[in-house]
């Protein structure tokens, strides 16, 4: 068994570097266009947004749709807060990710303790009013530039800086990774399984809720101050309603429970629109119709013969094992 958690580690490292480096000779050969050059940051965002919504939706069970709140909450603080500073780049970026995560984790504390109670559509609900109640302050506030915007905010995550980016987003995955792989993760997993019976065998449900809508609201945060130091500016209506489905979208079409999933989903819904910019007419149409193929391939008889083919293969190897 540890020789193939070894082989997975291994695999998914060269992967890691694999993408590094592609990336790299993209960027420094001059291979891609401006435009293409402008999403790369942006796949690296949503990839930590959808990661991080992964273990509230897929792990914990729990429908969600204010993502982009916590997101708008990090993006605000942490670009405030490197305004406010005349230190170098690099480090008001870092403190930046740091305010602005733990901002997005207070309010997730806040909101997270009165609004877990609820589950399904009711808790779908809630978590959209709480979004739409974050856009509304922020218009209201005049330290936040209102329906102007907050401008003046340095380009420090730009693909000039994909290196740092890039750390951030294997940090996001590992922590997300090992967390559910772990004791916790494995409680947080019963409770989606079934709340009762975990409550019944000793675990804290709402202590693990919590825990994982906080978990989940700091990453959200930090990929809100990446956010704000690649596009320059911030306005309330870039964190409606929209951008937390678009991130649901992410989770529900890389599989629910599964961050690779949600990795590969994420980078894919965010080149897309790009990649069929040159079918102007017909680019949200071939959108859509390419959401539609990966929805029904997602549910089809072919991908859960694969998936059955996969475990049975598992299941003989660990009875040889056993053996």
């Known amino acids: 068994m540890n020789k193939k958690i070894d082989k997975k580690m291994i695999i998914n490292v060269v992967a890691a570097v694999a993408a590094y480096i592609v990336v790299m000779i993209l960027i420094n050969g001059g291979i891609l266009g401006r435009q293409a050059m402008s999403i790369i940051i942006p796949c690296c965002i949503n990839v930590i947004l959808a990661v991080s919504l ?37 480090i008001e970026l870092i403190i930046g990710l740091l305010v602005g995560g733990i901002f997005a984790a207070i309010f997730s504390l806040i909101i997270g303790l009165p609004v877990l109670r609820l589950k399904g559509d009711y808790l779908a609900i809630v978590t959209l009013g709480f979004g739409e109640i974050i856009k509304s302050v922020i218009n209201a506030l005049g330290f936040t530039g209102g329906a102007k915007g907050l401008t003046g905010i340095g380009a420090y995550s730009n693909y000039k ?44 449900v709402t202590k693990f809720k919590t825990m994982a809508f906080v978990i989940s609201g700091f990453f959200a945060g930090m990929a809100g101050v990446f ?27 890389g599989g629910m429970g599964n961050i690779k999933g949600a990795v590969i989903a994420a980078v894919i819904l965010t080149a897309l629109p790009e990649v069929l910019r040159g079918a102007a007419d017909f680019r949200m149409l071939l959108y859509a119709i390419v959401l539609i193929a990966m929805m029904l391939f997602n549910n089809s008889r072919f991908r859960m013969a694969i998936i059955e083919k996969r475990n049975l293969k598992k299941a003989m190897s660990i009875q040889k094992e056993g053996e």
């Open 227 to 253: 956010y704000a130091h690649n596009v320059g500016i911030l306005k309330p209506v870039n964190f409606d309603y929209n951008k937390s489905i678009e991130i649901l979208v992410m989770v529900v079409l």
């Open 54 to 90: 992964c273990l509230l939706v897929g792990f914990l069970g729990e429908l969600t749709l204010g993502h982009a709140g916590f997101m708008s909450i990090g993006a605000y603080a942490g670009a405030l807060t490197t305004n406010a500073l005349n230190l170098p780049p690099m």
């Open 161 to 204: 800086n994909f290196t740092f980016v890039y750390i951030f987003v294997l940090l996001t995955i590992l922590v997300i990774s090992n967390l559910v792989r772990s004791r916790h993760g494995r409680a947080i997993c019963a409770v989606r399984d079934n709340a009762i019976a975990a409550e019944a065998i000793g675990i804290k």
